[in-house]
């Protein structure tokens, strides 16, 4: 059944991952534990975080006691933070088509997507790693 919103694979990957590392600081976690507690390959999730490595996100760090830390509080990133990283910068007002000239003089959605578009971008920058986070605790 198709979704309305799709999350790649790798965006779930690296918020799930930072959700287990915020949940357990101050422990670092390396990617063999991230993969392990996400069902997930080592290889895939080792790239993910050498992009959120790259950006600042996490830092990291070598040896026995090694792995991936928070460089930030998880009150301080947002979900569009990590989401941009993975994805690229998200482009408000433009064709949801992909489109540069309508065949019509207007839009037919008259620009309603976009609206939606905006309060999802919105939203994403509203939610803070930490929400996500309290939602774990309550399992």
Excluded: W
């Excluded at 090694?66 to 007002?93: D, H, M």
């Excluded at 003089?105 to 939203?123: G, K, V």
């Amino acid at each position: 059944m198709p979704n309305l919103i799709n999350i790649s694979e790798a965006a779930s990957l690296a918020l799930h991952g930072l959700v287990l590392i915020a949940k357990n600081q101050p422990m670092r976690m390396n990617v063999k534990v991230l993969a392990e507690g996400l069902s997930a390959s080592q290889t895939h999730l080792a790239k993910v975080f050498q992009n959120l490595s790259k950006a600042g996100l996490v830092r990291s760090s070598r040896g026995p006691a090694g792995g991936f830390e928070l460089n930030r509080p998880a009150e301080e990133i947002t979900f569009l933070e990590i989401y941009e990283i993975i994805e690229g910068k998200i482009t408000l007002g433009t064709c949801p088509f992909g489109k540069l000239h309508c065949v019509f003089q207007s839009c037919i959605f008259d620009n309603e997507l976009n609206r939606i578009s905006a309060d999802i971008y919105n939203t994403f920058k509203k939610i803070k790693l930490s929400d996500f986070s309290k939602l774990r605790e309550e399992e």
